[in-house]
């Protein structure tokens, strides 16, 4: 496999962990009666938790990214993070004002600015872990 196959590989396998992680979660938490049916608008708290652990898989995904890269670590967690950051805001304005069942506008908006935050960090635990070596 050469490089720029590689390169793809990784930010696609970024992406993958975050978004099974997050499908996985979700699933269960509607399971476990924490997050309302399909359909219907989850409150506040509930989205809250949503936000804390997409930021957590987020940095995951940039970490998995970075790792995986076959050269600048950052630069291919970047790149998963700006394709995050685009398909948070085609969420948002997709379902910007489309029901309650959405959920308030604080929430899309969230994924958008945590994206590319999460990739740099998950990147930058990577950068930190080549210096140590």
């Not at 700006?82 to 959920?103: H, I, Q, R």
């Not at 945590?114 to 930190?128: D, H, N, S, V």
Request: glycine fraction near 14%; charged fraction near 10%; aromatic fraction near 10%.
């Amino acid at each position: 496999m050469g490089p720029l196959a590689r390169s793809f590989a990784a930010v696609i396998a970024g992406i993958v962990v975050v978004l099974v992680l997050t499908l996985v979660t979700d699933l269960a938490l509607h399971a476990a009666g924490v997050f309302p049916p399909p359909g219907q608008a989850a409150t506040d708290g509930p989205l809250m938790l949503a936000t804390l652990y997409r930021v957590g898989y987020g940095i995951l995904g940039g970490y998995v990214t970075a790792r995986l890269a076959p050269a600048r670590p950052m630069l291919h967690a970047m790149i998963g993070g700006a394709l995050g950051f685009v398909v948070s805001m085609v969420g948002a304005v997709a379902t910007w004002n489309k029901g309650a069942e959405y959920g308030p506008h604080w929430y899309p908006l969230a994924l958008i600015v945590t994206a590319l935050p999460c990739a740099w960090l998950g990147g930058w635990f990577r950068e930190r872990q080549l210096q140590g070596k």
